[in-house]
């Protein structure tokens, strides 16, 4: 599924920024947020697909 791939390289990242925003940088920390909210929207779409796949069998 495309937008599963999709999603485990946009948490990959997004690590990189989660790492430095744990140290304090605030710039990072405004691009973790914009990344999970991106990611959240990602999961919602694989959660669309498989409930389609669902009811399609």
Do not use: F, H, W
Request: aromatic share 2%; proline share 0%; net charge neutral.
């Amino acid at each position: 599924m495309l937008e599963y791939e999709r999603l485990k390289e946009m948490v990959a990242e997004a690590e990189e920024d989660v790492i430095k925003a744990e140290g304090g940088n605030k710039a990072a920390g405004t691009r973790v947020r914009k990344a999970m909210q991106e990611i959240k929207q990602t999961a919602q779409q694989v959660r669309t697909k498989i409930l389609e796949q669902r009811s399609a069998d």
